[in-house]
């Protein structure tokens, strides 16, 4: 089993940054990747951002340039960096573990105000 508690979500200006935390505790050896999803209302939940085990990162399209996915694996941590924020990116974001099957934090919420 893998918990993940995530923190760092809040109310932030257009054009502002924000960073977010997901620390993973439990059987956290072997894990293959971790993401950041997030789900706006009445939308379904998109993948943002993933890190392999090995350090390669992808991301969603509107977010390239703006948001930063790292870890620290001493700390068992993940983040994301997210700057130039939107109110479009107003979201539940939620962080992500794959071992063999999906792990998922409670989330966080992130509201960007225009």
């Known amino acids: 089993q893998v918990q993940l508690v995530e923190s760092g979500g809040g109310l932030v200006q257009a054009g502002g940054s924000l960073r977010l935390s997901c620390v993973a505790s439990?059987?956290?050896?072997?894990?293959?990747?971790m993401a950041w999803y997030r789900q706006a209302p009445g939308k379904q939940r998109e993948l943002v951002a993933v890190?392999?085990?090995?350090?390669?990162?992808n991301y969603e399209d509107s977010v390239k340039g703006r948001f930063t996915i790292s870890r620290d694996n001493a700390k068992n941590t993940v983040y994301l960096q997210m700057n130039s924020l939107k109110p479009e990116d107003t979201a539940v974001y939620y962080c992500?573990?794959?071992?063999?099957?999906?792990?998922w934090g409670q989330g966080t919420q992130v509201t960007v105000s225009s």
């Open positions: 890190i392999t085990s090995g350090g390669s990162t």
């Open positions: 992500a573990a794959f071992k063999g099957r999906d792990y």
């Open positions: 439990g059987s956290i050896f072997s894990i293959n990747a």
